[in-house]
């Protein structure tokens, strides 16, 4: 499968763009199917989208948000990508989404499993939109190279949506969309910025085993259209 690579030179450029095209393609997914979906990432990268997305006229309460994954810490903590979503996506026009977070009250993210999966049955699927962003180590959502859990997260004929992982090389337990379920989309973005993420991406775009980078199964796949969004 081919995957598009688009570059900008300035990453207020690229925020504008990706949330034009994700904006387009939520507007389809709510006037073909009454609803629409989209899965976000965390971290610093993506702020500037999604304060974009959140000036954008979108008949926003026919949209239904989640995460890609998930630190199994309290949801009012820096730490957790729900306040990240809530403190600068959820608001302006886009206050009015739908919003269905990954962390419930389970004391491990493990035995959080069964209600995460019965709460993110209410995602109208495939998802129209999800939003990956990329580690330095390669990894990608909570696929982290060398969690005890990987292989289970990242087998196309598991069952799960989502799972609990820990990671050997990050703090706190996490909850992640396991492989089958990141690829049940429409269309995955890849944002990324920095020189060295792009030097990363060449790295994980060449031979080794993708359990030692986790981006490779997305890169790899033939199932789901990826684009790459990077700005210096």
Known sequence: MRIDFKTFTARNRLAADLAAEIGKRLTVGVAESGRASLVVSGGSTPVALFEQLSAMDLNW???VITLVDERWVATDETDSNEHLVRSRLLRNKAAAAVFIGLKN?????AAGEAECERHLKKMPRP???LIL???DDGHTASLFPG????SRATDLRGVQTCMGIAPR???HERMTLTLPAILDARQIYLHITGRHKKDVLKQAQGEGPAEDMPIRFILRQQ?????IYWAP
């Open 61 to 63: 309460p026919k949209v």
């Open 105 to 109: 009250t389970a004391a491990t993210a």
């Open 127 to 129: 998802f129209d939109v």
């Open 133 to 135: 962003g990329m580690g």
């Open 147 to 150: 969690a005890q859990q990987l």
């Open 169 to 171: 090389t990050a703090p």
């Open 223 to 227: 199932k789901t259209p990826v684009s």
